[in-house]
Nanobody, 117 residues
């Protein structure tokens, strides 16, 4: 089993920035990819960004260069740097990890991101 703990969410004004962190623990060897999804009220969960073990990345179409996923292998941590935030980015952001692509086997508890206009 893998446990994922997110942090870094909060309230920010439009145009601002936030950095989310996700620390993985447990059976780290089970993980080939990690990423971030989000879910806004009344909407389906959608991919924000994900990173394969080799370092390649994929982003949701709405990101348009505003967000960057990165990792620190020594800390078993991935990050999501979010810039130029918009009110429509308001959602619960979930860290996830797994063997497949996109990652989906393990999920964190989620962290709320609220962007005010």
């Amino acid at each position: 089993q893998v446990q994922l703990v997110e942090s870094g969410g909060g309230l920010v004004q439009a145009g601002g920035s936030l950095r989310l962190s996700c620390v993985a623990s447990g059976s780290i060897s089970d993980i080939n990819a990690m990423g971030w999804f989000r879910q806004a009220p009344g909407k389906q969960r959608e991919l924000v960004a994900a990173m394969r073990g080799g370092g390649s990345t994929e982003y949701g179409d709405f990101v348009k260069g505003r967000f960057t996923i990165s990792r620190d292998n020594a800390k078993n941590t991935i990050y999501l740097e979010m810039n130029s935030l918009k009110p429509e980015d308001t959602a619960v952001y979930y860290c996830n990890a797994g063997r497949g692509w996109p990652p989906h086997d393990y999920w964190g508890q989620g962290t709320q991101v609220t962007v005010s206009s």
